[in-house]
């Protein structure tokens, strides 16, 4: 039933104008100069900030704002280890791949292998499967809002997603990338805005932070820390930390962030943005999570668990839920959330279909296509944002039919493609014995053995059943029954039994029949038994185990063909940057016979300039 009055709606409405008057405010202001490159890429003279929060809500959907809260309600706070595991990860890309990066004269991040291996075949490899990733990643990103609107305000899903698709699709084709920017930090704003809105009131709700603290640990939601070295279980220290320090250069090595760094004026305004952005990364996490062991508080509080109730259906909706009942005699604050929802999906949305824009021109057409005039670039590029936006829409609706959490589908569906085109990528600029034999050996292995595992955790019931946390309190809860009349659970009608089975089916993680008895103490569950073992394997593990694979492989095979001279521009000398103090003697042996300027001696005797650089344009690869 729709609850949002007149004033919620208005403040829906008008942040999606603003949205979309953005995108028509820069279409107009650039229209007489602008090329493909400044489609694509900007005018190259973005300042800190508002790259930094494009850059922030690109990867920040509202996925996060629906999937972390309804995890850490399920599972507990410790999936914020994760983060910290992906500031390892930016602080290390930051200090090796980032300026490479920004130096290179390159619209797309994939034009990059055809300079490394000199070879068109891994550079479509790796772009189809990153645009296979990205719209699988729309598809998620335009359904999640879609099922909130259709608990607040009773609008149907389909409606939403057409709609929500088509104002995005105008101002990213109408605006270019510079719209994207702008539109970003006007989204970020909105989504800073909404997470603290909704904190402050629950935690007001519940009686205030000490009561909601308490009621957080006492829960045992508190869990940061869970050191349990086996592979299969859900989460732990080792899957989050130390498994997310590895998955983290996947963002380093998207099209979005390469973007971005190129959209900056200059090295060092690149190098300040990408720690803001990492900053600011923490920050809306750790107010996502937060949120989460908040609204377990206020339902504990309360005494009426949503999800045991059957008042939502999905755990992706328990926000959208909460909204309503926090907010219910508060007018506009629901409007606002609605509104920061949408946000958090439009700038995610914008964002890919910028990036699919620039890889499928870049990487798929140029490459094979004649010459083309700047003015039929700029048509293809937009004809591909539409293209790529109803693929979104298509996968959006094949998703609405799948169950189990969003967050976690993704994350499975997710890492055959993301593990390989990322180790790949890694392999190019941290193996400098790497070829383009070991790179296509090794990416095919990685994606077929991580992509039969995801298969087998979607589709196999063996696998190992995750245990969630207890539910909120139930002493007050009513509940609707099939002929429509009101129960309560104080008057018996319901055992504690009936309750955990409602839990359960409401928060299955993937399609499976398990059986929780009437107390958590008791529970059965049967360990998994052969290939099963595999398929449990936690879903925080594939990204990393797809990575490692592909540099495993791809390095030894590498070495069945004689060793190619390598570009020092390409590469980067891990061992002299992170390891420094080891004898000169050891770390030449891992430069693998690479002359770096500024480290070795180039052949002639002469020593390079520390900012010398050797022609990288896309026409490099084609000599």
């Given amino acids: ?221 508190f869990n940061m820390l869970d050191f349990n070295p086996d592979p299969t279980i859900r989460q732990s220290f080792w899957s989050l930390f130390v498994g997310s320090a590895i998955a983290g250069f996947r963002l380093q090595f998207s099209q979005a962030t390469f973007q971005r760094i190129k959209a900056s004026q200059s090295l060092s305004v690149a190098k300040r943005m990408f720690l803001t952005a990492s900053v600011l990364f923490i920050v809306m996490e750790a107010l996502a999570v937060l949120s989460g062991g908040v609204m377990f508080a206020y339902y504990d509080t309360l005494g009426c668990d949503p999800l045991v109730a059957k008042q939502v259906r999905n755990p992706n909706q328990l926000m959208a839920w909460w909204v309503r009942d926090i907010f219910h005699d508060t007018p506009c604050l629901p409007g606002l959330f609605l509104a920061a929802l949408y946000s958090a999906s439009l700038s995610t949305m914008s964002s890919l279909l910028s990036a699919s824009s620039a890889m499928f021109l870049e990487d798929i057409v140029k490459p094979y296509a004649k010459p083309m005039s700047e003015k039929t670039s700029i048509r293809l590029a937009r004809f591909s944002v539409f293209l790529f936006g109803g693929l979104g829409v298509l996968v959006a609706f094949v998703i609405s039919g799948m169950k189990g959490p969003i967050s976690q589908i993704l994350d499975v569906t997710a890492a055959c493609t993301k593990g390989s085109s990322t180790g790949i990528m890694m392999m190019g600029w941290l193996v400098p014995s790497s070829n383009a034999l070991g790179a296509i050996i090794g990416g095919t292995v990685s994606f077929l053995f991580v992509g039969w595992i995801a298969v087998g955790k979607i589709t196999s019931s063996g696998t190992r059943v995750n245990i969630k946390l207890d539910p909120a309190s139930t002493e007050n809860c009513r509940m609707f029954n099939e002929s429509g009349l009101i129960s309560d659970f104080g008057q018996n009608l319901f055992n504690e039994s009936e309750l955990m089975s409602a839990y359960d089916q409401n928060v299955s993680d993937i399609v499976r029949n398990s059986i929780i008895s009437t107390t958590q103490a008791s529970t059965f569950i049967s360990e998994p038994q052969g290939l099963d073992i595999l398929y449990s394997l936690s879903y925080k593990w594939l990204l990393p185990v797809g990575i490692l694979l592909v540099l495993i492989v791809g390095s030894i095979t590498s070495r069945l063909q004689a060793r190619q001279p390598v570009d020092p521009t390409l590469v980067v000398p891990v061992c002299d940057y992170l390891c420094c103090c080891l004898p000169e003697r050891v770390r030449r042996k891992f430069r693998c016979g690479v002359k770096y300027p500024g480290i070795d001696e180039i052949t002639d005797g002469v020593k390079a300039e520390p900012n010398e650089t050797i022609l990288l344009t896309e026409d490099r690869g084609k000599r």
């Fill in 1 to 221: 039933m729709a609850f949002l009055k007149w004033e919620d709606y208005t403040i829906f409405i008008v942040t999606l104008t603003l949205s979309f008057g953005i995108g028509l405010f820069y279409s107009c202001r650039s229209r007489k100069q602008k090329t493909t490159r400044q489609f694509i890429l900007g005018d190259g003279r973005m300042a800190t900030l508002p790259v930094a929060l494009s850059l922030l809500v690109t990867y920040e959907s509202g996925i996060i704002m629906l999937g972390i809260p309804a995890e850490v309600y399920l599972y507990g706070m410790q999936w914020y280890m994760s983060v910290l595991g992906f500031l390892v990860a930016n602080l290390l890309t930051y200090h090796l791949i980032l300026p490479s990066q920004w130096k290179l004269n390159i619209t797309s991040i994939f034009q990059y292998f055809e300079l490394r291996y000199n070879s068109r075949g891994i550079r479509l490899f790796v772009t189809i499967l990153s645009l296979l990733g990205m719209v699988n990643f729309l598809g998620n990103v335009v359904f999640v809002p879609a099922i909130t609107l259709e608990v607040i305000a009773d609008i149907s899903m389909e409606i939403s997603i057409i709609a929500l698709m088509g104002i995005v699709l105008l101002y990213t084709i109408i605006g270019g990338f510079t719209a994207v920017i702008w539109t970003d930090v006007f989204q970020a704003i909105l989504m800073f805005g909404g997470l603290f809105a909704i904190i402050i009131k629950g935690t007001i709700e519940v009686g205030g932070v000490a009561s909601t603290w308490s009621k957080i640990t006492e829960s045992g939601r």
